[in-house]
T-cell receptor
């Protein structure tokens, strides 16, 4: 049972344009959502997060949107840069003290072309 | 501030053998989680330790076990290795029973079971 799904395995975007990565979840108990970025031969790196009490969180070029009724979140990167090329994982957690237990999606490989 | 370090980075074992993977948490962190990442998949939660006690476990059999030490370093032990155990094993540390889920990952230990 895949509780967090990223249905697009890959995405290719031109430098300077917007990248939109999508994520769907099924468990309504999830109350915290995160995006991680992973380069080859490195561990995942935290990018941005959002609590379920919000619908938007912004940090520089990165914005995460949460639509609780649709159980959907998205990560927007504007403008996209070649250094953003990596695998992006959506993750979710449920309940206080469960922060170490993250449920990850399968990942989306973003390629930003110069 | 030191990051999360894991050892060994790569290892090869045969079916039926046992393996121990090690992790040194980021300074100041008292929560450690272990994840298994199969090729092309997102990380899957194995278990979490908080102040040397197991604090949450994913859908993994008992032959996956762990320890957290007073200095917050950690071990993952896998007995009776199976071919499907071949994966990247990631250790992640966080602070204070980490509610937010912002974890800091090591680079991983890549295990190949022949």
């Amino acid at each position: 049972d895949q509780q967090v799904k990223q249905n697009s395995p890959s995405l290719s975007v031109q430098e300077g344009r917007i990248s939109i990565l999508n994520c769907d979840y099924t468990n309504s108990m999830f109350d915290y959502f995160l995006w991680y970025k992973k380069y080859p031969a490195e561990g995942p790196t935290f990018l941005i997060s959002i609590s379920s009490i919000k619908d938007k969180n912004e940090d520089g070029r990165f914005t995460v949107f949460l639509n609780k009724s649709a159980k959907h979140l998205s990560l927007h990167i504007v403008p996209s840069q070649p250094g953003d090329s990596a695998v992006y994982f959506c993750a979710a957690s449920a309940g206080r003290g469960q922060g170490g237990k993250l449920i990850f999606g399968q990942g989306t490989e973003l390629s930003v072309k110069p | 501030e030191t990051g999360v370090t894991q050892s060994p980075t790569h290892l090869i074992k045969t079916r039926g053998q046992q393996v121990t993977l090690r992790c040194s948490s980021q300074s100041g962190h008292n929560t450690v989680s272990w994840y298994q990442q199969a090729l092309g998949q997102g990380p899957q939660f194995i278990f979490q330790y908080y102040r040397e006690e197991e604090n949450g476990r994913g859908n993994f059999p008992p032959r996956f076990s762990g320890l957290q030490f007073p200095n917050y370093s950690s071990e993952l032990n896998v007995n009776a290795l199976e071919l499907d155990d071949s994966a990247l094993y990631l250790c992640a540390s966080g602070a204070g029973g980490s509610y937010t889920g912002e974890l800091f990952f090591g680079e991983g230990s890549r295990l190949t079971v022949l």
